[in-house]
């Protein structure tokens, strides 16, 4: 399953072009505090399309890709960067590498 995240700081925000190629898909809802809504088809489809263009005023929006079928949720930190957690399992979040000695 792909979602839309914002992994920079900022938050989520889309562009007017992203809006703009939304709406002229009938889409009027809020991917940003709506975040089941954050793996629509159409909302994926145009953050690949448009790459950075599709980020607005402050963040980066991108697409991450996690297993179908797991109870994920959106966790939001102080500076609006996102990750996708489920049970202990994280992506879309750069973590330092920690070499076990």
Same mark, same amino acid.
């Given at each position: 399953?792909?979602?839309?995240?914002?992994?920079?700081? /900022?938050?989520?925000?889309?562009? %007017?072009?992203?809006?703009?190629?939304?709406?002229?898909?009938?889409?009027?809802?809020?991917?940003?505090?709506?975040?089941?809504?954050?793996? %629509?088809?159409?909302?994926?489809r145009v953050v690949e399309k448009l790459g950075a263009q599709a980020? /607005?005023?402050?963040?980066?929006?991108?697409?991450?890709?996690?297993?179908?079928?797991?109870?994920?949720?959106?966790?939001?930190?102080?500076?609006?960067?996102?990750?996708?957690?489920?049970? /202990?399992?994280?992506? /879309?979040?750069?973590?330092?590498?920690? %070499?076990?000695?």
């Amino acid at each position: 399953m792909k979602l839309v995240i914002n992994a920079g700081p /900022g938050f989520f925000h889309l562009s %007017d072009r992203a809006n703009a190629l939304l709406e002229a898909d009938e889409s009027s809802v809020s991917y940003e505090h709506d975040h089941h809504l954050r793996g %629509d088809p159409r909302l994926v489809r145009v953050v690949e399309k448009l790459g950075a263009q599709a980020s /607005g005023l402050a963040g980066t929006l991108t697409v991450v890709d996690i297993p179908d079928g797991i109870d994920w949720a959106l966790v939001v930190q102080d500076d609006g960067r996102e990750f996708v957690v489920e049970r /202990g399992h994280v992506w /879309g979040l750069k973590l330092p590498r920690v %070499d076990k000695g």
